[in-house]
């Protein structure tokens, strides 16, 4: 009994296997990742960039917009590096606490990445139905409140992540079918009992998501009733334009989620495991590339200031 007791340890290490069943293609699958990587380091980096030294952009929603890029670069950074290592150098090893803290990041900020969009539809709420007091409601104050208060959430609700997978005993060993720890991928090598896991981590999702896409949901139920009471047509227009690209940023975020939430809870094998972790992947960088990317073609003011830049004649604060 001494030496069964012994044999559920804490591993020193899990490793990595990359995309089963596409071992032999990780090379190719490398570029399109690494190029959308990129893409997302450098446009949400111009975008912090533009917001911090460009005053016309010093306002409530890019604020927001800041917000939702410094997210994303710790949520794409935080899983696409230790991807293309596997890919390209086949460093697969990943020791137990960091993998803890991988976990962590990448849920926290997923989680921050909807809540940030929650905040971004009621501020389009504010602008659109509340336009006289959108600078009086919606002050810096606030806006650094509901930021931290958004950030407090996602950590409050997945440290329990972490102490919930340091508890397992694990016996079942140290592989695993993924290019980044995931919680339920990492609770699985585990010989122990997981339902306390996978029930934590259905109610964090429902409480995160559920509660983000209500508040969504009912702003843009009351953008649309008051936009549609506008009696100009070009004004109704207008004032749909401003939600264009958070509407894109919403199904860039919201559409690979999904797909991974209900596939793993109701696609049961006919969706193969390969697919599994391209969506995964895919959810944590799909937005990160194409926020600021839709960002910069759909809003004006971003538009002219990216112009004014090119064009060498730049209005911008210079470094103290």
């Known amino acids: 009994m001494l030496i069964l007791n012994k044999t559920y340890q804490t591993p020193a290490s899990f490793i990595l296997n990359g995309i089963p069943g596409l071992e ?3 090379g190719w699958i490398s570029f399109p990742f690494c190029s959308m990587y990129v893409v997302a380091v450098v446009g949400n980096c111009g975008l912090l960039y ?7 952009l010093h306002r409530p929603m890019y604020y927001f917009l800041a917000m ?13 590096p230790k991807a293309l290592c596997i890919f390209w150098f086949n460093l697969k090893d990943i020791g137990f606490d960091e993998c803890l803290v991988q976990m962590f990041f990448i849920h926290t900020f997923t989680g921050m990445e909807s809540g940030v969009l929650m905040l971004m539809a009621l501020d389009r709420y504010v602008a659109i139905c509340y336009p006289l007091r959108y600078s009086v409601i919606l002050t810096n104050a606030v806006i650094a409140n509901v930021g931290l208060t958004t950030l407090l959430r996602g950590v409050l609700l997945i440290i329990p992540f972490t102490f919930l997978t340091k508890r397992l005993p694990y016996c079942r060993g140290n592989v695993i079918p993924h290019t980044y720890c995931d919680h339920m991928s990492v609770a699985k090598l585990s010989c122990g009992n997981v339902k306390v896991n996978a029930i934590y981590g259905l109610m964090v999702a429902l409480l995160i998501g ?3 896409i209500l508040c969504i949901t009912v702003s843009y139920t009351m953008i649309l009733r008051a936009v549609v009471s506008l009696s100009s047509a070009d004004a109704r227009q207008k004032a749909f334009s401003t939600c264009t690209a958070h509407i894109c940023a919403i199904v860039f975020s919201y559409s690979p989620a999904f797909f991974s939430f209900f596939s793993h809870r109701f696609g049961g094998h006919t969706i193969s495991p390969s697919c599994h972790i391209i969506m995964a992947n895919i959810y944590v960088l799909l937005p990160p590339t194409m926020n600021p990317v839709v960002y910069g073609v759909k809003t004006k003011q971003i538009r002219d200031c ?8 730049k209005d911008t604060k210079s470094h103290n």
């Not at 533009?50 to 016309?56: A, G, N």
């Not at 990216?306 to 004649?313: A, E, H, N, Q, Y």
């Open 210 to 212: 559920g509660f983000d």
């Open 68 to 80: 939702l890029s410094l997210t994303d670069l710790v949520m794409c950074s935080s899983t696409i």
């Open 24 to 26: 032999d293609m990780h």
């Open 50 to 56: 533009l917001i911090r030294y460009e005053d016309s």
């Open 306 to 313: 990216v112009m004014r830049i090119l064009s060498g004649s």
